[in-house]
């Protein structure tokens, strides 16, 4: 199946800092990307779709300006947590689209985020 | 928007039995269902999918079958094992929108 890449898979930071998540489809083209954040023993929670080459539109609650999101390419979106909080701690989860089978996403294999 | 509803939670079985999980959704739009399997700190596993137009479809040990009247669908494991036990979740989804998932099951396969 399609393989979806997420850098990095794990990452600390201090409180203050901005943090970057890469997303890439790796033998596909993604037009849509999406990013969830998921808490333990919890669902996945949209944060917001990545369409590429125009704006992302983010779920009701979610701060578009704290948890910027630019999908440049066809195979690439970065989500950077701006001025990272303990509270942001979480797993953040990107899926991708393939463009030729709109039905199907797959997943990236998450990046946990911890800030001190 | 499209609401789905996931039972039970958790769920334990014995090695061998099987398993059952069940979802509903509110939008009758909705077209296509996917059901996913994530072991701890890993990410989700597409393991079987149905379409609208498909009442039930089977692979190997799982199984899906869709009620579209009822708007519901369940997912089935039969002959559990020990590697069957993960959180998995249900999907709805409608052409060119989101995915909107359940909230999960915690299934435990007891050897």
């Known amino acids: 199946g399609a393989v979806v890449s997420q850098h990095p898979s794990r990452v600390i930071c201090k409180s203050g800092t901005s943090v970057k998540i890469e997303c890439r489809s790796l033998?596909?083209?993604?037009?849509?990307m999406f990013w969830y954040r998921q808490f333990p023993k919890q669902s996945l929670m949209l944060m917001a779709t990545?369409?590429?080459?125009?704006?992302?539109?983010?779920e009701q609650g979610v701060e578009k300006d704290k948890f910027l999101i630019n999908h440049a390419s066809l195979t690439l979106s970065t989500l950077t947590v701006t001025s990272a909080h303990p509270e942001d701690s979480s797993f953040y989860i990107c899926?991708?689209?393939?463009?030729?089978?709109?039905?199907?996403?797959?997943f990236g294999p998450g990046t946990r985020l911890l800030v001190l | 928007g499209e609401n789905v509803e996931q039972h039970p939670s958790t769920l334990s079985v014995q090695e061998g039995d099987s398993a059952v999980i069940k979802c509903t959704y509110s939008?009758?739009?909705?077209?296509?269902f996917p059901w996913y399997k994530q072991e701890l700190g890993k990410r989700p596993q597409l393991i079987i999918d149905?379409?609208?137009?498909?009442g039930e479809k089977k692979d190997q040990r799982i199984a899906v079958t869709l009620n579209k009247t009822a708007k519901h669908f369940s997912l089935h494991i039969t002959e559990t094992q020990p590697e069957d036990s993960a959180v998995y979740f249900c999907a709805a989804h409608l052409s060119g929108n989101q995915f909107y998932f359940g909230t999960g099951t915690s299934l435990t396969v007891i050897p």
């Open positions: 939008d009758s739009a909705s077209n296509y």
């Open positions: 033998d596909f083209q993604a037009t849509t």
């Open positions: 990545s369409n590429e080459g125009s704006k992302a539109t983010y």
């Open positions: 899926s991708a689209r393939d463009w030729s089978h709109q039905e199907t996403q797959y």
């Open positions: 149905i379409r609208s137009n498909v």
